[in-house]
Each structure stands twice: as C-alpha cells, then as structure tokens.
C-alpha cells in the first residue's frame, strides 16, 4: 500500500473514523485513499476554520479525536484560529496537513511555506512524515499524542511523495495512555478542607463536568454544603433539572469577584485558578479573596473523575443522594422580543438531551440562568476567546451525535467569522437550529470601552464596534447555503420558529433582531 | 502621550494613512487614539483575512504600505492565509497586533497564545513593544523593515500596557530604503545576449511589470526580438491596448514547457525562473529547456526598473518605439454561457484604467487573451496560492484607487473563503464589480486528480470537489451583506449587467452559473 492508504488504515484501526477536511492538490493522494476506503466519514467544509471547530466539537462530545485533512500552510492557517479555542478546551485532534513533496519543499513556489512553524503554536505534537514507510507509525504515534491526557493537537504534516509512494504499512492500533490518579495527599488535603465547614467552592473541569464525575461532586456538595462552580470558558458542562448545580464564573471582573467574596477554600478538579480575562489599568486580576486557600485536588491531565470518586469514598458520602437541580421552567410568553424572554423561551422549549452550543455573548447573559430547570441537556462554549467558533462545533457536535438535537447559539459579530459553517450543515442534513442574536455591533467593545475608563466611544471609534449599515441579513445569508431561516419579530415568533427547528430534519437558522 | 497615540502619529509622520482593522480588547486603547486623531483612514472588516487581503491590495495599487490592527494571536491566525499571499506578492505591510498587557501575558488566559510564533513565518520583521516609551521607535523601524525593498511584511505586536501607558513620543519619519542597483556586469551580460539574437525571453516582476520600468522593457524587446513574460503567480501588471505586450507563464506544467521550447536565453528581471507550482510523480518540475541560459539580470531587492533602464541605455534603444500590444477588442456577442463568451464580453467592456483582481481559477483561463486589445488597465493576481484573495484585494485596491473601477473576478469555491469583504464593499461604498464564476465545483482539483494518473475520481473524492449540493445562492449572499446582486443567465445578460457595474456607484455582484 502506498504512504496514503497507510495513514486512514491506521487512524481507522484506532477507532478514528471521522475527517473534517478542505483538501487541495497536495493531498490529492490522501483523497484517493479516502475514495478507495469508505469506513472513513469524510465531511468537506469551505473554509478550514468549520473544519478545526467541528472537530472540536466532534472531541468534545465523543471524548475521542476526528482527523482534519488540510492543505498546505495556507489551509493550516485558516483552521488556526479554532485549533486555538481547541487547544483551549484541551480536546484531543489529529490535525493532517498536506506539505509538498519532498524534493519541490526547497523550490520558492507560490504555496512553499514553513508549515511546521505556523502549527507549533498550537500544537503539542508535531511531526512531518517525509517517507511512505514513516506514515503509518506517525500517525499512531500522533493519535497516541492527541489521546494523551487531558487531550490535545497533534499535528501530522505529510509529504506529498509519502503519501504517493509505496512501502506504506498500517500500524496496530496503539496503547492509549489513561490518565493518572493524583496523590493520596491531595485527596486528603482536600477531605480535610470540606470537612472544615469553611466556605468551599470547587471548580471543575473536563469529564468532571458531566457523567460519573458530575454526579460525585454532587454528592460531595450536598454532603459538604459546597458550592460547584465550572470556568467561565467551558468546554462541555452537562446540566438541568435533576443534575448538580454548577454555576459558571462571572465574564466580568467584578462579578466574579462577588461570587467568591465569601469562600475561604477553593478546590480544583482540573481546572485552574480563575483568572480575569483581560487586564484592565489599575484593575486587580483576581477573582478570589486574598484569605481563600486554594487546592489543587486534580491536574487537568490527571484522573478527575477518579480523584472525586475517592474524595467522595474520603468523605464517606457514598450513599448520598446528589445535589439536584431544583428550578422551575420559565413560562412561556409572548409580546416584543426582550432579552430576558428570549432566554425564557429558550428555558420553556429546551428538548431533553439537546447540545447547546453558546457563543451568544452578550445578548446570551440570561441563558444559563432561564434553562436550569430544563430537561438534562449539554452546554458547549467557547473556550479560547477566539469568536466564530458556535457554527463550526455545531457541526462537529452534530456529527457526533447524530440522534440528537443540536441548538447554536450565535450572533451577528461571531457568526460572521465563520459563516460557511451553515452550508455543511445543509450537506449533511445535520440537526442544527442556530439562532442568531443581530445586535449590530460588537457589543461587548462596547462594554470595554466604558469599562476602560476612558470615556464613552466617539464616532471614530463607534464605527468600529457598529457592524450595522450594512445590517447583515441572516434570512438571506442562511438560504444562500441552503439553510431554512426566518426572521422573529415577537417572542411568539420566536417559540415557533424554536419549535419548527427542533422537530425539523435538517438546519434552520432564525434571526432575532435586536 | 500614551502608547497607543505614539504609535498613531509615528504612522501618519511617516505617510501611512490606512489601517484595515479588526480590533478587540486589547486593542482598545489604540481604538480610542484612533478615535482622536481622524487622519488615520479605518476600515473595518468582519474577519481578518479581509484586513489583511486588503492591506495588500492597497499596497500593490500604492506602492506603499497600510497598516493592519489585528486582535491578539486568533486576530492574526485569521489574518495569515492573506499574509501567505502578501508575502509572496513582495509587498509592504505594517502589520499590528494587540498583546495582553505584560503582567497578564504569562496568565494561562483564554486568550493568552504565542503570538510572535504565529507571526514568525510571514513576518521578515517581528517585534514587541512592551512599554509605552518604545512604541514610536518599534514603529518607525516597523515601517523601515515593511518598506525595504521589495516591500516584506513587519509585525510589530503591542502590549496592552504600552499602548495604555503614558511616555510615548511619536518616531521622525524614518529613511526610506531604497533599492540598489545591480553590479553593471550583470547589466553587460544581459546586453550581450540580447545582442546575440539567440531566442530570449525577459521574465518581468514587480515595477518591472509598469510604468517606467515596463516602457523600458518594451523598447528592448522591440530592438532585440525578446519576448516580455510575467510569473503565473502576478503581483500585477500594466497591460491593454498601445502597452508592451507581456504574457503571463502558464500554470499547467507542459503548457509552461511549450512556451519556453524555443528559447535558449531567459533574463531575470526580479522574478525567480519559472518552477512547477506543485510536484507530479514522474514528472519533471522544469519550465525551461536544458539548454536554455538563465541570467539574473536583477534580483527582487534591487532596482528592477533602474536595470532595464540601463539595459535600454546599454542597448541605445532611447529612442526605440515600444511593442505595443495591438490585438483587437472581441465583439460582444449574445447567446448561451460559455467561457469563451463570458470573456469576450469581458475583453469588449473593460473600462479604460479599470483595475482587475482576477482569481477566476479554472473558469477564468481565457479571460487574459480576451483583454489583451482592452483600454489600458491593471491587472491583480493570486501570488500565493491561497484562495480567498480576491474579494479582500479588491478591498484594498479599491480603498487606495477611489476614482478607478475595479473588476473582480472570483468563483464559488475561492469566494466563498472570504464573503466577508462584500460587507465592507457596501459599508465603504467601494466601486468593486465582482464576478463569481459559480463552477459548483473545485474544478482545479478534479482536473488535478486526473493529471496526476491515478484514474477519475470516485464517489467519495467526487464528493471531495463538488460544491453543488447545496448550491451557493450569490445573489442572496451578496444581497445578505448589502451589495446588489445579479444572476445571469445569458451573454447578453451579462454584458448588461457588466456594463451596469461599472457605471455604478458602490459594489455590485454578477453570479455565472456554470
């Protein structure tokens, strides 16, 4: 077999079977192979970008990495900006990029480029296959690098004439490293520390944040009395009525520090210490109160969820019944649009078992809040900061998990990064309703602006944060790839247009101007 | 001053004026020096890759940079697939980014990422201000480094903190580098083969390809019988009717080897020789027989047009007449779609002075022949390989040029990488004619499928190029971002809708189902 066949053969035999991919004449080859082998899903997008975020989401819901098939430096260099939230939401991905064989990479060609130097920022594992006999072993070792704990990028570059030459061999499926337990002591300092009565959150992160992990620190916190918090960035957070309460840490400086004014104790199950997420002038960085001590009972690329299983057998609290979330379902109302009843609208209609994908941003404050006592359901977020990221998971959620309904949460300014997005959920036929919130601006620029303490925005300045005149027409932007969308003009509106989208086959999009 | 009104006035001192921008948080406080000092043009894009594809399109019309403001490391992720292009295209652009400010920067942030390892491989210049009082002096050397011929791309990145602060004093306008004149002997040797008769070519680049330096290329090829040839990849060039004729190197490999099979002398004047764009198995890479001589007559960094200046006086063609390029204008013809049509109707209404962007890949190989007899115009191409150029190049060209018309020329499959620039065409009113050739297809990978002997491709690679299903709706797309848009469906549709562009003030779209 050639260099090529070699590679899918090894990815497919790890139980990779996934590719989000835009490929071009450098990996022409791949494509064959990809053509002669069909366990191999292969999902094309029109920009790099769709295919680095859906497979982030595809990681984030299946807790196992898809490929991405990319060309070149330049094709690299578009999916860049969703590798970044990626490598953020510490998400296993097996990045392939093509690279020019390997006798034309020294030629000043147009697409010549340093592509091992545009993906090391990103990339914990980084390799170039330059040999069809190296492909096969590369590639396992590059799944074994993207699998190690907590997840991570690894990054394959494959030479032209290796993936066309013969000589190839699969590789076996190789071993998956497991993560660690922590130290015994840092079970027991953290035993010790709840047992104290002092007023204790703990921050969860990664698989704490859903399943058997979730359900021991619910147990933790209603045996203890303390509170579970998740990071602001959130990676995958399981919720609604009947789980465990985890309330996410405020965006804002000063809201954060007031949810943890009174805690004495902080303790980290793979998530770290809340940090502000800008730095502001003469603004302190801090969310915790400087008497609040801080333990680190899990590393991120540790055991979390083995480490809350022990604490809550350190605890004795075995048999007890986990915190549950109590809230009631808002009502369903209808009159003008408002933020909060749209969040209300959001919170009435969730389906059980929907994914949530949330980069609504300002618009979106109220929409944790009015969907706690919804029907158990996941909430993705973006992790890295880098907006345009909502579209792109959506779609690698939705492949994932193709039974389940997926609601993207997204507005205008976000959106409009990644866009091509809705034209592979038209392809697919996948399960997307993605709502757009069009404020026509860049509204938390805004914020930031005041909250400098520089004064209000001038025109100058205004102009940048005002993505109006143009006002972009999601309508028309959606149908333009294929995607059914309406525009709601009142909450009833909204409801329907909700409902229509969670029963329909396929995407819809709706636009809720603001 | 604080930093960030430093950095504003060391631009302007040093006549940059432009400045393609994204900006975010921290980035805010140049936005609010921006805000006070109107003299510096903004323009606002919705993704960075339009910024920077812009930046160089304002480049290559003004011979000068602009300046970019991107959002920290995903800003400037989003922003290096157009900085692939600008590289290659040998232009200036000074291109800044925002940085947490310095105490935050080793944070473990959402946002926090290496942002000068992402710059580094299209950066020949990189740097980071970290303090208020070094932000006029790293930016005048920015400038210097941009502006050193041939024109590269500096990075200067800008902590919060030092655009923040107070301490910072505008740079003088710095010394502009200019280019050096080749050693006399490589100008001597170029005379001698041109004296020699033996068949030669001249491959021109940069301002090689207009004005004065491309005048003078046409009065030497007029005396010697050389024939004037452009790279495939063109940053631009002057052409039309009463200019030197110059044709452009083909891309296809045995198409190149055919135009050169006669020739046994090649001269360079600031172009590297003629290479494959990619590798084939089996194949050899070379464009020029083995016994063609190849001279450098000038490199890239030196004075192109000063060369042929003194390669005209060597050869005493002072008073020479110039080639001009006498082809007829095609006659408009109505009737069914063809490419043959579509560019003849082209070729027929060109506008004097028109610039063109011209990406039209596949669809767009006879449009060249076509205009060759059109009124004087410029004429832009992808110097990179990274599609998704042209809409943001015809931005930028269009931002630098406001009494000119420009006619861009884009497909569904490279367009549909940066839709974004159409809002920014409708936002800044620009006179942007653009053309999408709607293929539904990555028709060059189809056709490099097959070129490279491995069979048709199969259902699954099919799949792979087809962008049909969904079909992309440019009319709607280009009417979602404000730009009025038309689909054609016959010759004299399109000459209608063509000649309604360019007598149009602000952007129009013209889709070509193929």
Request: net charge negative.
């Amino acid at each position: 077999m050639n260099g090529a066949e070699s590679l899918i053969r090894t990815l497919l035999a790890a139980g990779l079977d996934t590719c989000f991919t835009n490929p071009g004449t450098s990996e022409i080859h791949i494509v064959a192979a990809l053509d002669r082998i069909p366990e191999m899903r292969c999902v094309l997008s029109l920009f790099e970008g769709v295919a680095t975020g859906a497979a982030d989401g595809y990681a984030r819901m299946m807790e196992k990495p898809a490929c991405t098939l990319l060309h070149l430096g330049p094709g690299l260099c578009n999916g860049l900006a969703n590798l970044h939230n990626a490598s953020r939401a510490q998400v296993p991905i097996v990045n392939l990029v093509g690279q020019h064989a390997t006798y034309h990479q020294e030629l000043e060609t147009p697409l010549a480029s340093d592509i091992e130097g545009i993906a090391r920022p990103y990339s914990k594992w980084l390799r170039t296959s330059s040999a069809a006999t190296d492909v096969g072993r590369d590639a396992a070792e590059a799944i074994v690098a993207a699998r190690t704990p907590p997840g991570q990028i690894s990054t394959l570059v494959i030479a032209a004439d290796a993936a066309w030459s013969e000589g190839g061999s699969s590789a076996a499926p190789p071993r998956i490293p497991q993560p660690s337990m922590p130290d015994t002591k840092a079970i027991e300092q953290a035993a010790v520390m709840l047992r104290s009565r002092l007023r204790t959150a703990i921050l969860l992160a990664g698989d704490a944040l859903y399943g058997t992990g979730l359900a021991a620190a619910g147990r933790i916190a209603a045996a203890t009395g303390a509170q579970l918090f998740a990071p602001y960035p959130v990676t995958r957070i399981e919720r609604g009525a009947g789980l465990p309460p985890v309330e996410r840490i405020a965006y804002v400086l000063e809201q954060g520090a007031e949810q943890f004014k009174e805690f004495r104790q902080m303790i980290l199950a793979g998530a770290p210490a809340p940090i502000a997420y800008f730095a502001y002038p003469g603004k302190n960085s801090a969310f915790l109160p400087a008497e609040c001590d801080v333990h680190t009972l899990a590393e991120a690329n540790e055991d979390r969820t083995g480490a809350l299983l022990s604490l809550a057998e350190a605890l004795s609290v075995r048999g007890q019944q986990a915190l549950a979330e109590q809230a009631p379902r808002p009502a369903l109302s209808d009159g003008e649009l408002s933020l909060g009843g749209i969040a209300s609208t959001v919170g009435a209609l969730l389906p059980e078992n929907v994914i949530v994908v949330d980069e609504s941003m300002t618009s979106g404050r109220g929409l944790m809040a009015a969907t706690k006592g919804a029907p158990p359901h996941d909430w993705l977020g973006n992790t890295g900061g880098s907006i345009g990221i909502a579209m792109p998971l959506a779609v690698g959620a939705a492949v994932a998990c193709p039974g389940r309904q997926v609601l993207c949460l997204t507005a205008d300014g976000s959106g409009m990064y990644t866009p091509q997005a809705l034209w592979t959920m038209a392809r697919e036929g996948l399960n997307v309703t993605t709502v757009v919130f069009a404020n026509r601006s860049y509204a938390v620029l805004k914020r930031e602006f005041s909250y400098l303490g520089i004064g209000e925005p001038g025109e100058r300045a205004a102009q940048m944060f005002d993505i109006g005149g143009p006002d972009i027409d999601w309508v028309q932007l959606g149908k333009s790839m294929g995607v059914p969308a309406a525009r709601v003009t009142s909450l009833g509106e909204f409801a329907k247009a909700l409902r229509d989208g969670f029963s329909a086959k396929g995407p819809t999009l709706i636009e809720i101007p603001l």
